[in-house]
């Protein structure tokens, strides 16, 4: 394979992976505050759909992006009110909210569909960002930079900030950091909101890097993936990243197959795109396989926070 | 004077009964606000989706093949979620379900006989059953997530349909389409009311809601899946085994979502088609929770979201609302379900100032 290919493969890669890696990297620390919320998807589809339609009406993607960001954090405080405040069933509100986010994102999107935007390219010079080798490094657009700058970032802030140091407690043992004087609500408000932030840029990541136009239903199960991400990395940042660059390179073997031909032929189309999925399964397996016994998961994750006093 | 949240002695069973019809109302109210800011003609959306099915004879016909499949896969996915069992790729079982007809279908297309329709039946099931059975089987042994395997396989039944269509089912006399052969009349569902579209999966699908309803409430095995649903623990300690609860449960769910698949096409399809797939798995889910989790409530959840589906199609067509709007009011009726049942558990409460003051 020569130097060309793996280039391109690389840069592909790392453009696949992101909008996954951002999204896991949200529902990490929703999860480590104790709340599991399925709604990616739907987080994700909607902020695919906001950031889109606003950067194709401003011309300015850090627009879109931002706008994307708050249609994620609105989508999940619906999810926060009805699962904090009002403590209803954790995955079924998650479920609803993804099937609220399809059927938003389908409606709001339709004026847009077709209409083109430009992608979102690097913001390094061209000599850089165009170098046949240096590309790998400076190509990116400025949300692969900043998906890895925040696994640093929630990494730093789980294990050596107090605010992170609150947050596990409460998602370890509520009752306790309840009674030590923390808002166990307030503290869960927050994690869902970043959650949903992240997963509103991650969404977003769609029209702006991979492919530059709204389609119904873009992100096809991506958000799903991520929540399968979180597990296979028990719960830590960097073993995350792993996971998506993993994931990235299945996705981006998927195009390679369908444009190369060649040795790729042997197998329908339809099994390289049924790839990530069973790559999914596959990974969820082995880390079944791997643990003992005990689970990393976050001991009060999913339970609705009831006071004991 | 303070409106407080407080804890019922037990759960309130008017309240079980009384949200999902709370839940639908408030739907038509929210929604006719939300629509109206967004531009469209929100009270027109509410009628012409949730009323005009409903007055419109023409449109019950409708309706009893749109409910038909959502109650048939309500049922199961609600027998699941009782047992604490989250089978979130029905819709997968029921695109698996609708192959292994169709494969049946193909093979004995130059056949006739009263049994090819039983026959394709039972394929349905088989297939919706084997198809659950690997997120089954990884659940049991090795305590994988259901959520995320059954919907992975989604995502992977819906190739498998593309690469059978566009591929080596595709029929020879359909001018390069990808779509199969036309089913005989052998292999294709009788109509049970002259002179309507209703064909038997309407039937089949009450029958199967009230086996349903008679085994969770009266038998022993819907007793195993409540108790282990709800207390795994006292389940363990009755002698219930939760290997076998999962695997009956996620098997019943994976069965009926099939049997559905079969039902549509055999039914109103009469082929196999890559636009098969038409959310009734995910939609189900809603009709599930719609109904408490209860076969007859399943049934009457199954009309209400048959009347948003028949209703999004007639305000298509009357005042140009979108499909994608169903979606929104489907999701509305969840979200408000869930919202509401906190009134299950708890009750408003007017606390007066001195009253306050005699707790503090």
Redesign the interface.
């Known amino acids: 394979m020569n130097i060309d290919l793996t280039l391109a493969i690389i840069v592909t890669l790392v453009s696949a992976s992101t909008p996954i890696l951002l999204a896991a990297l949200g529902e990490l620390v929703v999860e480590k505050s104790g709340v599991l919320n399925l709604g990616v998807e739907g987080m994700m589809l909607t902020g695919a759909v906001v950031g889109f339609a606003v950067t194709f009406t401003t011309g300015n993607p850090w627009v879109g992006i931002l706008a994307a960001a708050f249609a994620g954090v609105a989508a999940s405080m619906i999810f926060a009110f009805l699962t904090l405040s009002l403590s209803s069933n954790q995955v079924a509100t998650g479920l609803a909210l993804t099937i609220f986010g399809a059927g938003f994102s389908a409606l709001f999107g339709q004026p847009y569909t077709g209409k083109p935007i430009e992608l979102f390219k690097s913001i390094f010079p061209a000599e850089l960002a165009a170098h046949p080798v240096f590309k790998v490094i400076f190509g990116y657009s400025p949300l692969v930079y900043f998906s890895l700058i925040m696994v640093v970032l929630v990494w730093w802030f789980l294990q050596k900030s107090r605010a992170g140091l609150i947050l596990r407690a409460v998602g370890e043992s509520d009752n306790s950091a309840h009674s030590i004087g923390y808002s166990v609500i307030g503290v869960r408000y927050g994690a869902v909101a970043f959650g949903g932030a992240m997963a509103g840029i991650a969404g977003s990541c769609f029209p702006l890097i991979l492919t530059p136009q709204w389609v119904e239903g873009l992100t096809s199960g991506r958000g799903w993936i991520a929540l399968a991400l979180v597990v296979f990395a028990a719960w830590k940042p960097f073993r995350l990243l792993a996971g998506a660059y993993l994931f990235g390179l299945i996705a981006t073997m998927e195009l390679y197959a369908k444009a190369a031909g060649g040795p790729f032929r042997i197998l329908p189309s339809e099994v390289w795109a049924s790839l990530p999925y069973l790559a999914t399964i596959l990974v969820l397996v082995l880390i079944s396989l791997r643990r003992t016994g005990h689970t990393s998961a976050p001991a009060c994750l999913g339970k609705p926070f009831i006071p004991s006093t | 004077m303070q409106l407080r949240l407080e804890k019922r002695a037990e759960p309130s069973r008017t309240m079980l009964y009384v949200t999902p019809l709370l839940a639908v109302g408030l739907t038509m109210i929210l929604g006719a606000i939300i629509f109206s800011l967004m531009g469209f003609d929100g009270l027109g959306a509410v009628r012409e989706i949730f009323l005009t099915p409903l007055t419109n004879s023409l449109k019950w016909q409708d309706l009893a093949v749109k409910a038909a499949p959502l109650i048939i896969i309500g049922v199961g996915l609600s027998i699941g979620y009782r047992a604490n069992v989250?089978n979130?790729g029905a819709e997968g079982q029921y695109i698996i379900g609708g192959l292994a007809a169709t494969g049946v279908a193909l093979a004995t297309i130059n056949m006739t006989g009263w049994w090819i329709l039983p026959l394709m039946g039972l394929a349905g099931i088989l297939g919706g059953m084997a198809y659950v059975a690997v997120p089954a089987f990884?659940r049991v042994r090795?305590?994988?997530?259901e959520?995320?395997?059954t919907?992975?396989?989604t995502?992977?039944s819906v190739?498998?349909l593309?690469?059978l269509v566009f591929?080596p089912w595709k029929s020879a006399r359909s001018f390069g389409q990808p779509v199969t052969d036309r089913f005989t009349l052998d292999q294709t569902l009788p109509y049970i009311i002259p002179g309507t579209i209703v064909q038997a999966g309407a039937p089949i699908a009450i029958i199967v809601a009230i086996i349903a309803w008679f085994a969770m409430s009266k038998s022993v095995f819907g007793f195993q899946i409540r108790t282990v649903g709800t207390a795994p623990m006292a389940a363990r300690y009755g002698g219930f085994s939760a290997n076998q609860t999962i695997w009956l449960a996620l098997l019943i769910g994976g069965g009926l979502a099939g049997l559905a698949g079969m039902l549509e096409v055999a039914g109103p399809f009469g082929r196999m088609v890559p636009q098969f797939p038409n959310n009734y798995g995910?939609t189900a889910?809603?009709v599930a929770?719609l109904g408490r989790l209860n076969p007859l409530g399943v049934i009457l959840a199954g009309i209400v979201l048959a009347i948003t589906f028949v209703g999004g199609e007639v305000a298509q067509t009357t005042i140009g609302l979108?499909n994608?709007?169903?979606?929104?009011?489907?999701?509305?009726m969840?979200?408000l379900l869930?919202?509401s049942?906190?009134l299950v558990?708890y009750k408003f409460k007017l606390v007066s100032p001195q009253k306050l003051e005699r707790i503090a």
């Open positions: 989250w979130i990884l090795l305590k994988v997530n959520i995320l395997t919907l992975m396989l995502y992977v190739n498998i593309n690469y591929g995910f889910i809603i929770f979108p994608a709007a169903v979606g929104i009011f489907q999701a509305m969840l979200f869930l919202a049942d906190i558990r």
